[in-house]
């Protein structure tokens, strides 16, 4: 079975721009989470999606935002980007949705690594 | 979230077992313990979870001590590739809404 896969890898751009980027969860998984990981601030969570809906967002300004597709596939779209928002942003999926202990077994993507110039 | 406490870093020898300890003393009843490990240039990678009894798997073990304040990842025999950062985190198990509260985990090396 594959693994959750981002596109793209890594990304350069520079500042006021906006950028999106895409989340394929592992077959069958209908939850999707976001997070970024910085030097300074570890890993943050972002936000997440299960069946289609956010169920929960971190606490991040409203530059940041995500949808997710009827086949569970994410994107996060991050707006008039600033240079703090270099960073690694990994995406998670897992099978169940809240209140089920698989929901925190989460298998995580290699990540798109944004630099902001 | 309750709040974990981990070394910043630990040392061991490659085929020795490693013993990661994480204390969360302000745990509920019906947080979960979970550890998960990040390899160098690498996404997090899911270790194992437990909730009161010790638990197995083919990755580690995690021993909970009797109160829960406390907990234990044991990795029996250390290998190169088990040199990353290790996350000890608490969730509830109510539900995955709120995400994975990652903290500064331990940085495991491995030496030779």
């Known amino acids: ?117 | 979230d309750a709040k974990t406490t981990q070394p910043n870093s630990m040392e061991s020898n490659e085929e020795e077992p490693v013993h990661l300890p994480c204390n969360h003393s302000t745990i509920s009843g019906t947080d979960y313990i979970h550890w998960y490990r990040q390899l160098p240039s690498q996404g997090p990678e899911y270790v194992i979870h437990g909730l009161t009894s010790n638990v197995n798997n083919r990755m580690a073990s995690l021993a909970i001590a009797e109160d829960r304040k406390s907990s234990t990842l044991i990795l029996h025999r250390a290998t190169l590739r088990d040199a990353a950062v290790y996350y000890c985190i608490l969730e509830n198990s109510g539900g995955g809404a709120d995400g994975l509260t990652f903290g500064k985990g331990t940085h495991l090396i491995i030496q030779p």
């Not at chain 1, 169920?55 to 949808?67: I, L, Q």
């Not at chain 1, 809240?98 to 298998?107: A, C, F, I, N, R």
């Open chain 1, 1 to 117: 079975k594959a693994g959750v896969t981002q596109t793209p890898r890594y990304l350069i751009k520079t500042r006021g721009q906006q950028v999106t980027l895409s989340c394929s969860p592992i077959s069958g998984h209908r939850s999707v989470s976001w997070y970024q990981q910085t030097p300074g601030q570890g890993l943050q969570f972002l936000f997440e999606y299960f069946s289609e809906t956010q169920r929960n967002k971190g606490n991040f300004p409203g530059r940041f935002s995500g949808r997710q597709f009827s086949n569970s596939r994410s994107e996060m779209n991050v707006s008039t980007l600033e240079l703090g928002d270099s960073a690694l942003y990994l995406c998670a999926s897992s099978l169940e949705g809240p209140g089920t202990v698989s929901s925190y077994e989460q298998y995580f993507g290699p990540g798109t690594r944004l630099t902001v110039t």
